[in-house]
């Protein structure tokens, strides 16, 4: 069940992955290819702080039982 549920989890960025802010790609395309650039590398790099502030809240609710 665990692993059924793990690969749920896996696979789910990639049906998100077609979503996009159409601002966001519109603003992008009209940028200078070096903007384009910096931000394709800025995603993920702003992405780490995020999954490692998600990930710790996870953990954290985890460690609290509900009745303590």
Known sequence: MKLLLLLALAASPLAAHAQGCSL??????GSSPRAQQGLRRAIPVLGVPAAGIFISALVIARRIKPGD
Do not use: S
């Open 24 to 29: 966001c790609r519109d603003t992008t395309a």
